[in-house]
């Protein structure tokens, strides 16, 4: 491997023009993350330039919103299936499945993990700068641990097809911290480390990519498929190397900007608003503080100099003592500049898609109808959303699958082994982008029951078992909820028969009682 310092020097130069952007971003609408371009004191305030708080609100209940629709902890938002189409019936598969389901779950939500802290994080920076990373690092108790990276601590490289190749984050320790760090991780430090100041600070520089050296008959870290390095930034040495079966760091964009592989963000398409909003509020705090406190005019006589307009002030000049004391007037509507505010401020929620996250209601509609417009406001973000799925939460879903494979707490079954499994999506967002199949197929059947009114053969042309599994389908529906394909056939079967035989008695019964009437009819006869 080439020097790694080196190359995320040159693409620190590369990212530099998104800087100033991200900066503003940072003042007006993050000021909770790190800055980009300033260094801040412990306990400083980053709210100063802050005249108005709605953008860092909204980014706020964007991300919380976000992961109510992708990633609940109360429901099971996601789970796996085979690619091979012919082991979805297969009992062996579906326990095994449902048993990946459950531990990459519990994994999630062990509040050990940080899962759904640093998946917050990770959604704050998305609506914030558009591009963010998910860092899922192994945990022999846990095991994973996962933190959310922002860009202002990470580069990265992309294929000619856009898909990550390699990642370069960034940490800054002191070196009291680095000599622990080197303990419990096997780093091989510098011969002249001892001679630091323990308080002094130094920076690391942790590479992570496609191992050249990859074999997949190959034994140990140094053939896996995607290798890790650490390396001090200023003395530009290697201090640590590993290796992983997965890509640990999946990053996500919110959307593509030309010709940039950084993402754009509501936040950027929101930004002129919001410091077009921040400087309107300035100056009306001060109208509204002058218009409590007007400066004063105490001559009658011209003053010499510039007058001090200043809440409170006093301004003094040669004249009569006995000159009342008047006020200095500021003309101005602040009416329209309130209602113009608030037209921002709508503006800038709407670009957070903080009216589409909103409940509705309504007094004259259904909970039914309700419901189908709640999905159909979250499918105009659905597009944006399932992004995020794919490009981080999939990916991550995918890692501690095989993280938990690999350290035999998950055991694949005979069927499975050289196959592979997909992730899918359960989670109210894909059920809401699913949604209008399921109110097609419920139209259609309301359709097709009327025409049999009519025409009850038209009824055959159904096949009901097909439709049942549709549905589950799209509802996402547990596998275990439906019957193995064996067992219900069985099951058929078995009534099949019982109807047979209660056929059987029905026509034996009517043949006595046939029987015995004509024989009556006999005896009447003789």
Known sequence: MDNVVEKFKKLEIDKSPMLPVWEDINRFAYPSS???MSEYSAGANKRKLQFDSVAERALEIFASSMIGMIA???TKYINYEPRNKDLHNDRSVQEFIEEAQDYVLSVFNNPATKFYDNLFYTLQNLGAYGTASLLSDSDEKHVATFRAESPRNFNFTEGFNGTVEEIYLE???TYAQLERLADEN??????DFNKKKPDEECKVVRWIGRNPEFSADGVGEQFMRYRSEYWLKDEQKKVKTSGFNTFPAPIGRWGQLDDL????SPARMALNEIKILNASERHLTFAEEYSLRPALFVSSEAKFGKLNLSPGAVNAGRGNPNDTLRTLGINGDLNFSLERNRLRRETIMQAF???VFQTMSDNDMTATEVQIRAQEKLRGIAPKAARIQTDILGPTAERILRMGIDRGDLVVPEALKGQSLEVVYT?????AQRS???INLQMFLQDAFMVAQANPEALMRLDFDAITEEFAEIRGVPAKVLLEEKEYEALKQAMQQQQQLQQGLATAQQAGEAGQALQAVGNESS
């Open 353 to 355: 898609y903080v009216d």
């Open 261 to 264: 592989k950084w993402g754009d």
């Open 171 to 173: 940490r800054k320790y």
């Open 427 to 431: 989670s109210p967002l894909a059920i």
């Open 34 to 36: 790190q800055s980009f």
């Open 436 to 438: 209008q199949e399921a």
């Open 186 to 191: 096997g780093w091989e430090l510098p011969q």
């Open 72 to 74: 609940n902890p109360t």
